[in-house]
């Protein structure tokens, strides 16, 4: 069957599937594509994930920044209104986004990129239906997206409308005089730290500890800095009951390794977690099963288990939710349902940036993940306020870690907890994904005074320890 005639069906509205869809008309294929009710769901980066988010905390950092050393007052225009202000602010700017995203997908409706704005669910493994109409294809790619998890927590189901989630966050004026954040991801900790600088008293409930994917200093760091600027933090402690006191303020009762606290609160933000957007796609029909965890099985080929002609690519998955990921996953489901092809990519670096105050980026192995995959491995870090720019821009609490291959010199890790870190960590998870050593790495120019310098202080001091020696630096 030539490209031309192939029919590739991609649902789901988002980053996801608007890639997966261009891709597959790019590569000569007919192009069903999906956007239906639920299309906000995949469509989380651009509405209600990281770009609104992010044009929320330039206001809230800059005020705080400029209000920290004190050597000026710093007020906002309407104090009254501040938070009224920057959401204002955010809806302007994620409006042109929005905009820009739609004229893209218009841009592209023809007789072989058709558009269908309805749902679209199976109806056999060949065939979807879509407002009463049912359409065949010979390829599909599932980019849906995720929605908000609720966890089992007495008394939730009761209260939803009257819960916070990063949705209804990112659309509130009215600053709470306090805060209980539910979770310690990605949402539950950059908006804790902005709703405190804003002014709200914040608690946030963590079931486990911050960062619990990297080394545990970086989430003791993170910690510190988040006590330092008054947000309470409860560590491993599990929300088990919620209800609304007779003042009508929520507490969540959460009980810890020694008790169980109640955290009176006038907002409650569920903060804890999403899982894929699946429930209304009729899966079954197409011979397709979730896994215990909601999400889809899929190879590194994008094929769903148990599917030739099937795909998924972006949040649907279940793994990893950020949107550059969806991008790329896209891209290979696209490829392989068009060419019927089963490329792969071979995964090393898995960037993740969280954007707090200093940002933490990471990527690669931690030690404990390098060691258990059988490396004898060597460490070395590099403190924030020793590199210039990173001390000028207030910066005295970071720190980065970097994790080698005691035998190869192979950079297999990289953590940075420092301002930029989303930025850095790009230069660590280069040499990572393509398997270079840390002599590499220290071969690069490391302007001085750049926040980069971080970077190369690191690698450095890995080529010191496997007793290398490494270009001179700037060190003012």
Known sequence: MSNHNKTIAVIGGGSAGFTAARTAARLGARVLFFMGDDADEASLCVNFGCMPSKAM???IDTMH???????LRVEPLRPEAYLSQIVAWKDREIARFRAFRQAAITSKQAEDFLVVRSNATFVSANAIEADGETHAFDGAIIATGSKVRYPPIEGLDDLR??????RELLANTTLPESLTVIGAGFIGLEFAQRYARLGSAVTVIAR?????????????????IYEREGIRVLLQHTPQRIYRDPEGLFVVQATGPRRTVPVVGERVLLAAGRSPSVGSLNLEAAGIHTNADGGL????????????????????IGHRMVVHLAHIEAGIAARNAVNDDSFAWERRANINVLFTDPEFAFAGLSADEARRAGHKVVVASRESHLVGKLHLAGDDMGFGAFVADADTHVLLGAGLLCDSAGELIHLPAYLIEHQETAHAGSMAEYYHPTKTEIVGGIIDELCAKFGEIAPRRADE
């Open 161 to 166: 409308d009257d819960i916070w989630t990063s």
């Open 208 to 224: 486990s500890r911050f960062l619990s994917s990297a080394a545990a200093e970086f989430g003791e760091r993170l910690v510190k």
């Open 297 to 316: 099985d899929v190879g590194e080929d994008m094929r769903i288990a148990g599917q030739d002609h099937i795909f998924a690519a972006g949040d649907v």
């Open 57 to 59: 905390f330039v206001p």
């Open 65 to 71: 920044h400029a209000k920290r050393h004190g050597w």
